[in-house]
């Protein structure tokens, strides 16, 4: 999977206050049951989803800036879920955001 920053393996990592641009695929990948804080990020212009979260992730992402990507600004499925609160979404080519839960998501305030 190409992406700019790819959070997998039970890690959980703190991203904040980045730039997060350009590239071949999303601009951050969270799978394989990884954690994680992301924080006050700007994700543009990403060829794919700003942020994907898959198979087991569960982020926290909180206050982000998710633009102009060619997907979704979040796109979580397969498993994914995660807390999702005053992200700022918005013309994304795709939609703002896809949520396709089987695992509990909490998603709030997100214009």
Not at 35 to 57: H, K, Y
Request: glycine content about 12%.
């Amino acid at each position: 999977m190409v992406c700019e920053i790819e959070i997998k393996s039970h890690s959980n990592p703190r991203i904040h206050k980045c730039d997060i641009y350009g590239g071949f695929g999303a601009g951050v990948l969270i799978h394989e049951n990884a954690r994680g804080l992301l924080e006050d990020n700007v994700i543009r212009t990403c060829s794919l989803d700003g942020i994907q979260v898959r198979s087991g992730a569960a982020p926290v992402v909180l206050k982000n800036r998710l633009v102009e990507c060619d997907g979704a600004g979040i796109f979580v499925s397969d498993g994914g879920q995660g807390f999702f609160n005053h992200n700022e979404i918005r013309g994304n080519h795709w939609c703002g955001e896809f949520f396709k839960c089987s695992r509990p998501c909490t998603i709030s305030h997100c214009p």
